[in-house]
């Protein structure tokens, strides 16, 4: 049975206990711009706050890119989340390639190098990461300048976050 099949059954389950009240409109008070690694996907425990107090937008890194932005823009604009986190981590596969062997390694196992290189924003240290996407964000001129913009890494082994100043 595929991992999709088994989804499908638990969700009868997971249908039976719903809550319907959460039908309605979203309310966030955060954004978190976090990477796709599974290690980050318990954010209301991580953060100790309510699943419906976040707007979770989940990209490798995490690289904010000009879709992160239009995210984060929808979400603090639109939906009013007052305040902004970068959350990178410790141990990311992203940090263990570089974007151009990553290119060449597809292509070569692919046997098709036609396809335009793909920007995968491989990243060696997260705390720069952390601090050159925060710039991305607070640099640009539609995210309101009285929103906060912070940065935090967790450490994988310790569950524990850091500030990044
Ligand atoms: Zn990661």
């Known amino acids: 049975?595929?991992?999709?099949?088994?989804?499908?059954e638990a969700n009868s389950t997971?249908?039976?206990?719903?809550?319907?009240s959460q039908g309605g409109p979203?309310?966030?008070?955060?954004?978190?711009?976090?990477?796709?690694?599974?290690?980050?996907?318990?954010?209301?425990?991580?953060?100790?706050l309510p699943r419906a107090d976040i707007?979770?937008?989940?990209?490798?890194?995490p690289a904010v890119t000009e879709d992160v932005l239009a995210e984060i823009v929808v979400s603090?604009?639109?939906?009013?989340s007052k305040e902004i986190l970068l959350l990178n981590h410790t141990g990311c596969g992203f940090t263990t390639f570089t974007d151009a062997e990553l290119n060449a390694r597809l292509?070569?196992?692919?046997?098709?190098a036609s396809p335009a290189?793909?920007?995968?924003?491989?990243?060696?240290?997260?705390e720069l990461n952390t601090r050159e996407q925060i710039e991305k964000i607070r640099s640009h001129p539609w995210i309101a300048k009285d929103v906060p913009v912070r940065g935090v890494i967790f450490d994988v082994a310790t569950g524990r976050l850091r500030e990044v100043k």
């Open 14 to 20: 997971y249908a039976r206990n719903y809550d319907p």
């Open 117 to 126: 290189p793909m920007r995968f924003f491989s990243y060696k240290d997260p």
């Open 1 to 8: 049975m595929s991992v999709i099949d088994k989804a499908m």
């Open 55 to 61: 707007d979770v937008i989940r990209t490798g890194g």
């Open 26 to 48: 979203p309310a966030p008070k955060i954004v978190v711009v976090t990477c796709m690694d599974p290690r980050l996907s318990d954010l209301p425990a991580i953060l100790g």
């Open 107 to 112: 292509s070569a196992s692919a046997g098709d």
């Open 76 to 80: 603090t604009r639109v939906l009013g």
